[in-house]
């Protein structure tokens, strides 16, 4: 058996990667260096850009577009963050948003428009309330991870030196995101929001229920913090894929065992327990089967929002760690 494989490994902290981070669970014939980036979408520029590391966690449609695109990394079906995004829309109260379809003709703000946030709310404005995501005006102030995407139209930047944040208190913009445009939040575009005083309602005051009833609907269940590979190091050692999987499947497991019995805490086990009452007992689920509907729902949005120039297929965008030969 050959020695090990030096990788350098670029993933946040979590409690489900806390495992693969501290070397307590290591990855078979890897000899992992950890490092960390904070934010960690620091991380997604630099792989996006310079395919800095040889396996990195970064936001799913960034990796799609980057994929599109051609930049040299592979997914594999490892997605370490997971939430639903009915929620989180902000309207201004004055500006007479009281359906989805009434952002039609209006300026939003958002602080990227590949944001996977961003992404996965117009998928739900789009697919669930038929709004026509073309007669929105999408307000950026912050540049696209992946420097070939070609903005369709309907996306504009905000004026140099003035904040969504701005815009949104002067009613220059009608709806931003909380956290993907920094709507009552102001700070520098690399994502370091300071809290300023802001008091937006939600477009969906009902987003729990709604997201409950999307998910029994759709099986459809919103990811980030997908973890890529370099094709390099997938063509020298295709076995590297199934290490990876492995690792990081039996972290989660662990972790979520914890979270079953009660013995994991803080604000990630209260956040997956509260996702266990509509997903069930595993509120990270990987593999590719596991997370088709959703990988599908993705890739065809990101089509549907001209942030890919071509449909792609689940062949080209994942590595199946079941499919790859074993390490000799």
């Known amino acids: 058996m050959a020695g090990k494989v030096p990788l350098k490994i670029a993933v946040a902290e979590h409690p489900h990667t806390s495992a693969i981070r501290d070397g307590s669970i290591p990855i078979e014939g890897v000899e992992a260096e950890i490092v960390t980036v904070k934010p960690q979408i620091g991380a997604f520029r630099r792989m996006v850009r310079d395919v800095e590391f040889d396996v990195c966690e970064i936001a799913p449609t960034t990796y799609i577009a980057a994929r599109a695109y051609g930049r040299p990394f592979k997914a594999l079906p490892i997605f370490v963050v997971r939430r639903f995004h009915h929620a989180g829309l902000l309207v201004r109260p004055d500006a007479g948003i009281r359906t989805p379809k009434d952002l039609e003709g209006r300026k939003a703000g958002v602080r990227a428009y590949s944001v996977t946030t961003g992404v996965w709310t117009r998928q739900v404005l789009i697919d669930e309330f038929g709004v026509d995501n073309s007669r929105i005006t999408w307000v950026v102030d912050d540049e696209e991870h992946v420097t070939q995407l070609v903005l369709p139209p309907n996306v504009i930047h905000a004026p140099q030196g003035t904040s969504l944040a701005e815009m949104m208190a002067k009613g220059e913009i009608v709806a931003g995101f909380d956290a993907a445009a920094g709507i009552g939040r102001t700070g520098a575009p690399t994502g370091g929001w300071q809290e300023v005083e802001a008091d937006y309602p939600d477009l969906f005051p009902n987003a729990e229920e709604l997201e409950a009833d999307y998910y029994r609907r759709t099986g459809v269940y919103p990811m980030h913090g997908t973890i890529v590979v370099k094709d390099s190091v997938l063509e020298a050692h295709p076995w590297v894929?199934?290490?990876?999987?492995?690792?990081?499947?039996?972290?989660?497991?662990?972790?979520?065992?914890?979270?079953?019995?009660?013995?994991?805490?803080?604000?990630?086990?209260?956040?997956?327990?509260?996702?266990?009452?509509i997903v069930g007992a595993d509120p990270l689920p990987y593999?590719?089967?596991?997370?088709?509907?959703?990988?599908?729902?993705?890739?065809?949005?990101?089509f549907d929002q001209g942030l890919i120039p071509r449909r792609m297929s689940m062949d080209e965008l994942f590595v199946d760690p079941e499919k790859v030969a074993e390490r000799v």
Do not use: H, M, P
């Open 241 to 277: 894929a199934k290490s990876i999987y492995d690792a990081f499947l039996r972290a989660k497991d662990e972790w979520v065992a914890k979270l079953n019995s009660g013995e994991a805490s803080g604000a990630g086990a209260d956040k997956y327990r509260k996702l266990q009452q």
């Open 287 to 302: 593999g590719i089967e596991a997370n088709r509907a959703t990988i599908e729902a993705l890739e065809k949005t990101a």
